[in-house]
């Protein structure tokens, strides 16, 4: 058995997501909010054609402060990241935001 590490002649190399601007959906969500913060919950979801699947992650928009997450979602149809995202409770969801901060 030959194992290759990354970047080794021979084993593919990932290269890193980076969807062009007109390929992403953004949707909002609803909102967040406790006390006198609001947050608006945006949805991006995106194609990526090299894995054949939908990417997503969440948008959290404060006035001027925008966080998101990472591709938290790997799903086969954009109808399967929102199912997923609509599991997300609102106390999970203030714990995602706060781990962004």
């Keep these: 058995m030959t ?3 990354p970047g080794e002649a021979g084993a593919p190399k990932r290269k890193h997501f980076d969807p ?4 992403i959906k953004a949707r909002q969500m609803g909102e967040l909010n406790r006390g006198d913060d609001r947050w608006d919950v945006m949805l991006e979801s995106v194609r990526d054609e090299e894995m054949n699947c939908v990417r997503g992650r969440i948008h959290f928009v404060c006035g001027d402060v925008h966080r998101l997450t990472g ?5 086969w149809a954009e109808k399967d990241i929102e199912i997923r995202f609509n599991e997300f409770s609102a106390q999970e969801l203030w714990n995602l935001l706060d781990s962004l901060a």
């Design 71 to 75: 591709w938290v979602f790997l799903e």
């Design 3 to 5: 194992t290759h590490s």
């Design 20 to 23: 062009p601007y007109t390929s």
